[in-house]
């Protein structure tokens, strides 16, 4: 079968870093990508990787291990609006995503 | 640029009623796909439509039939609602797939939050 781990929630304080972690096992991969979705909202894209390392945009960058199947998103400089929820997916053989159950990331002041 | 825009926003449905999600881009995208989100749960792909002309089933196509209807409308159907089809579905587009640097971002619209009783 095809799945994603990635932890339920993850708290963290204003102005520090946090790393949300995502395991994959999926029968074709061709990527890793980021979504984060506001509470009501709907998803909107943060960062791919295809190669392994690290790709930095802004306060938030993605790092991906193909060797491990593992891959993560790190946010530095938490601000109260990074509050929500983030989603990894890995882009299948299909173009088509596979998400993971999401991260719900909790800030406090 | 309106993105992508559904319609409706909410719904109630009783069971066994039928209706249809309507989905629209302007982004001339030729991939366009139909998710449904459960509480605290990720996004699951009902179907899709790679191109114009061109659907496909996804994870959870049961209980659903689809339209592709030119190439800026997709259409997701429920012929007789059931209370396990309660969820929030958003419709989603990309351009071509490209390259493995390609990152093939999708693009989502607003959401339609559906109840069956």
């Known amino acids: 079968g095809q799945s994603l781990e990635q932890p339920s929630e993850v708290t963290a304080v204003e102005g520090a870093i946090v790393q949300i972690n995502c395991t994959y096992q999926?029968?074709?991969?061709?990527?890793l990508s980021w979504y984060q979705q506001h509470d009501g909202g709907a998803p909107t894209f943060l960062s791919y990787?295809?190669l392994d390392g690290l790709e930095e945009t802004g306060r938030f960058s993605s790092f991906l291990s193909r060797s491990d199947s593992y891959g993560y998103l790190l946010l530095q400089e938490l601000q109260m609006k990074d509050s929500a929820s983030y989603f990894c997916?890995?882009?299948?053989?299909?173009?088509?995503?596979?998400w993971g159950a999401g991260t719900k990331l909790i800030i406090k002041p | 640029n309106a993105g992508v825009t559904q319609t409706p926003k909410f719904q109630v449905l009783k069971t066994g009623q039928s209706m249809t999600l309507q989905c629209a881009q302007d982004?001339?995208?030729?991939?366009m796909y139909w998710y449904r989100q459960d509480p605290g749960m990720g996004l699951r792909l009902i179907y899709y439509?790679?191109?114009?002309?061109?659907?496909d089933k996804g994870e959870v196509p049961n209980g659903y039939n689809v339209s592709r209807l030119n190439k800026r409308e997709f259409s997701l159907r429920l012929e007789s609602a059931a209370p396990s089809q309660t969820s929030v579905y958003f419709c989603?587009?990309?351009?071509?797939?490209?390259?493995?640097?390609?990152?093939?971002?999708?693009?989502f619209g607003p959401g339609t939050r559906l109840t069956v009783l």
């Open positions: 997916a890995v882009r299948d053989s299909n173009y088509q995503l596979i």
């Open positions: 989603a587009s990309s351009g071509l797939p490209g390259g493995l640097n390609s990152r093939n971002e999708q693009f």
């Open positions: 999926t029968s074709g991969f061709y990527g």
């Open positions: 982004m001339n995208h030729n991939s």
């Open positions: 439509s790679a191109s114009e002309g061109t659907t």
């Open positions: 990787n295809a």
